[in-house]
C-alpha cells in the first residue's frame, strides 16, 4: 500500500462531530453499548485513524467484516474489544481466537471443524441468525438450538458470546419489512439461552425502531450514523441532528488561461464558449472520485466553481472565475465561506449513495483527524 503523504488531496474527519454522534445515537436508541463499524477502511474515514481515537469518542467496541481488518487494528496496538461481522474460513478459528475476537459463526458444521482444530485459547462465537437478509446464518430453530447445544458440550474450546440478525430494512419508511424480521427473530430466540452480547440494531434500528426490540436493544452496531450520515437520508429523521464528520480537499496543481473553441479532457466533451481560466486537481476516479461526480460544484475561497471534462484517473479540471495562484484550497466536500457542499449534495447530484460515496475513497488518500 502507498503511503500517502506527499499529495495536496486529503480527507479531514472531525473528532469531536464523531463523538457527537456516537453520544446522539446512544440517546436516541437508549443503548447502553455502542460497537462503530470500522470496515472498508471505517467507511472510508480510515481504517487505524478511526479505530484509535474510537474510544476517546464513547465507542465501547470495534466491528469489522474480515479477519484481516481486526488483525491490523490489533498489530497497531489496539486491545478494544472487536466482533468480526463476516464468516472467516474455519481453518483460521485459531488465529480468531489468538486476537480474541467475537467470531461469527453460521452454521453447526463449522463449529465441528473449528472444533478440531483448536487449541487451549477458546473462540469467542457470536451466532448469526437469518431472519430474512438471507445472507449468512441458520434460519430454523432446531439449527439454532443445536448450535447453542454444541458450545455448551464443547466449551473447552468455545465460549458462547454473542448473537445477533441484520434486518434488511430497517431505514425504509414502508417497515413491513422489518416487522416480519422482527418477529421472526422473537420466535426463534424464545425460550433458548442468550449469551451476554444479544445485538440487533443497526442505524435503522437504532435511529427508529429501538424501542420495539424489548431484550435486544442495549447494544447499537452501527456505522452510518455515527459518520454523520441519517440512515433514511432525512425520510424518517432530520439530517441536521448529526454532525458531518467528513471533509475531501484538495489543491490547485496547475492553472492557465484557455481560449475559446477549445476540449477539456477526454473526448472534449466540454468546449469552451470564451476565454476560460482553468485549474487542475490531483484528484480523479481512481483515487474514488467517481465519473457520476461529473460537473459538480466545487467550492473555492468562498466561490461555487464548476468541474469540467471528463474525470481522468488521477486528474480532473475545474472553471475558475479568475486566475487563483497554484496550491489554492479547493473543497470538494465540506464548507468554504458561506456555502457548504455535503455527502448529500453529491448524493443528489450522482445518484450515489452517501456512504457508498465515502467507501469508494483508495488509500492514496491521505487521512487526517481534526479537532
Same mark, same amino acid.
Given at each position: 500500500m502507498v503511503e500517502a503523504i506527499h499529495r %495536496? *488531496?486529503?480527507?479531514e474527519f472531525s473528532k469531536s462531530s464523531l463523538a457527537y454522534n456516537v453520544q446522539y445515537t446512544k440517546q436516541v436508541s437508549g443503548a447502553k453499548t455502542l460497537w462503530l463499524a470500522v470496515k472498508s477502511n471505517a467507511y472510508g474515514h480510515g481504517l487505524l485513524q478511526v479505530s484509535k481515537i474510537a474510544r476517546e469518542c464513547g465507542v465501547d467496541g470495534l466491528a469489522v467484516s474480515v479477519l484481516d481488518e481486526g488483525i491490523a487494528i490489533r498489530q497497531a496496538g489496539i486491545n478494544d474489544f472487536i466482533l468480526i461481522l463476516g464468516p472467516i474460513d474455519v481453518k483460521y478459528a485459531p488465529i480468531a481466537s489468538k486476537y480474541h475476537f467475537l467470531t461469527t459463526v453460521s452454521s453447526l458444521d463449522w463449529l465441528k471443524s473449528a472444533d478440531k482444530i483448536l487449541g487451549k485459547e477458546k473462540l469467542s462465537v457470536n451466532l448469526a441468525v437469518d431472519t430474512g437478509m438471507n445472507r449468512i446464518g441458520v434460519r430454523s430453530k432446531k439449527d439454532l438450538k443445536d448450535e447453542i447445544e454444541f458450545l455448551q458440550e464443547h %466449551?473447552?474450546?468455545?465460549?458462547?458470546?454473542?448473537?445477533? *440478525?441484520?434486518?434488511?430494512?430497517?431505514?425504509? @419508511?414502508?417497515d413491513h419489512y422489518f416487522q416480519r424480521q422482527k418477529n421472526r427473530w422473537y420466535e426463534l430466540?424464545?425460550?433458548?439461552i442468550m449469551p451476554r452480547y444479544v445485538h440487533v440494531m443497526n442505524s435503522g434500528a437504532a435511529m427508529y425502531h429501538s424501542k420495539e426490540l424489548p431484550g435486544c436493544n442495549s447494544i447499537a452496531r452501527v456505522g452510518t450514523v455515527v459518520y454523520g450520515v441519517e440512515p433514511s437520508e432525512g425520510v424518517l429523521g432530520p439530517i441536521d441532528k448529526?454532525? @458531518? =464528520?467528513?471533509?475531501?480537499?484538495?489543491?490547485? *496543481?496547475? =492553472?492557465? +488561461?484557455?481560449?475559446?473553441?477549445?476540449?477539456?479532457?477526454?473526448?472534449? +466533451?466540454f468546449v469552451t464558449s470564451r476565454d476560460t481560466w482553468i485549474g487542475t486537481l490531483p484528484i480523479g476516479y481512481g483515487d474514488g472520485w467517481l465519473a457520476e461526480y461529473q460537473d459538480f460544484q466545487l467550492l473555492i475561497d468562498g466561490q461555487k466553481c464548476r468541474q469540467v471534462g471528463q474525470i481522468a484517473m488521477d486528474q480532473m479540471m475545474v472553471v475558475l472565475p479568475h486566475e487563483y495562484p497554484i496550491g489554492t484550497e479547493v473543497t470538494l466536500i465540506g464548507k468554504s465561506g458561506k456555502y457548504e457542499n455535503t455527502l448529500y449534495d453529491l448524493h443528489k447530484h450522482s445518484g450515489v449513495p452517501p456512504w457508498k460515496i465515502t467507501v469508494a475513497f483508495s488509500d492514496r488518500l491521505k487521512r487526517v483527524v481534526v479537532d
Amino acid at each position: 500500500m502507498v503511503e500517502a503523504i506527499h499529495r %495536496s *488531496t486529503r480527507i479531514e474527519f472531525s473528532k469531536s462531530s464523531l463523538a457527537y454522534n456516537v453520544q446522539y445515537t446512544k440517546q436516541v436508541s437508549g443503548a447502553k453499548t455502542l460497537w462503530l463499524a470500522v470496515k472498508s477502511n471505517a467507511y472510508g474515514h480510515g481504517l487505524l485513524q478511526v479505530s484509535k481515537i474510537a474510544r476517546e469518542c464513547g465507542v465501547d467496541g470495534l466491528a469489522v467484516s474480515v479477519l484481516d481488518e481486526g488483525i491490523a487494528i490489533r498489530q497497531a496496538g489496539i486491545n478494544d474489544f472487536i466482533l468480526i461481522l463476516g464468516p472467516i474460513d474455519v481453518k483460521y478459528a485459531p488465529i480468531a481466537s489468538k486476537y480474541h475476537f467475537l467470531t461469527t459463526v453460521s452454521s453447526l458444521d463449522w463449529l465441528k471443524s473449528a472444533d478440531k482444530i483448536l487449541g487451549k485459547e477458546k473462540l469467542s462465537v457470536n451466532l448469526a441468525v437469518d431472519t430474512g437478509m438471507n445472507r449468512i446464518g441458520v434460519r430454523s430453530k432446531k439449527d439454532l438450538k443445536d448450535e447453542i447445544e454444541f458450545l455448551q458440550e464443547h %466449551s473447552d474450546h468455545f465460549s458462547y458470546d454473542g448473537i445477533f *440478525t441484520h434486518f434488511a430494512s430497517s431505514d425504509n @419508511p414502508d417497515d413491513h419489512y422489518f416487522q416480519r424480521q422482527k418477529n421472526r427473530w422473537y420466535e426463534l430466540i424464545d425460550g433458548l439461552i442468550m449469551p451476554r452480547y444479544v445485538h440487533v440494531m443497526n442505524s435503522g434500528a437504532a435511529m427508529y425502531h429501538s424501542k420495539e426490540l424489548p431484550g435486544c436493544n442495549s447494544i447499537a452496531r452501527v456505522g452510518t450514523v455515527v459518520y454523520g450520515v441519517e440512515p433514511s437520508e432525512g425520510v424518517l429523521g432530520p439530517i441536521d441532528k448529526l454532525k @458531518p =464528520v467528513f471533509e475531501l480537499k484538495s489543491a490547485l *496543481t496547475f =492553472v492557465k +488561461k484557455i481560449p475559446a473553441g477549445e476540449g477539456i479532457s477526454y473526448g472534449s +466533451k466540454f468546449v469552451t464558449s470564451r476565454d476560460t481560466w482553468i485549474g487542475t486537481l490531483p484528484i480523479g476516479y481512481g483515487d474514488g472520485w467517481l465519473a457520476e461526480y461529473q460537473d459538480f460544484q466545487l467550492l473555492i475561497d468562498g466561490q461555487k466553481c464548476r468541474q469540467v471534462g471528463q474525470i481522468a484517473m488521477d486528474q480532473m479540471m475545474v472553471v475558475l472565475p479568475h486566475e487563483y495562484p497554484i496550491g489554492t484550497e479547493v473543497t470538494l466536500i465540506g464548507k468554504s465561506g458561506k456555502y457548504e457542499n455535503t455527502l448529500y449534495d453529491l448524493h443528489k447530484h450522482s445518484g450515489v449513495p452517501p456512504w457508498k460515496i465515502t467507501v469508494a475513497f483508495s488509500d492514496r488518500l491521505k487521512r487526517v483527524v481534526v479537532d
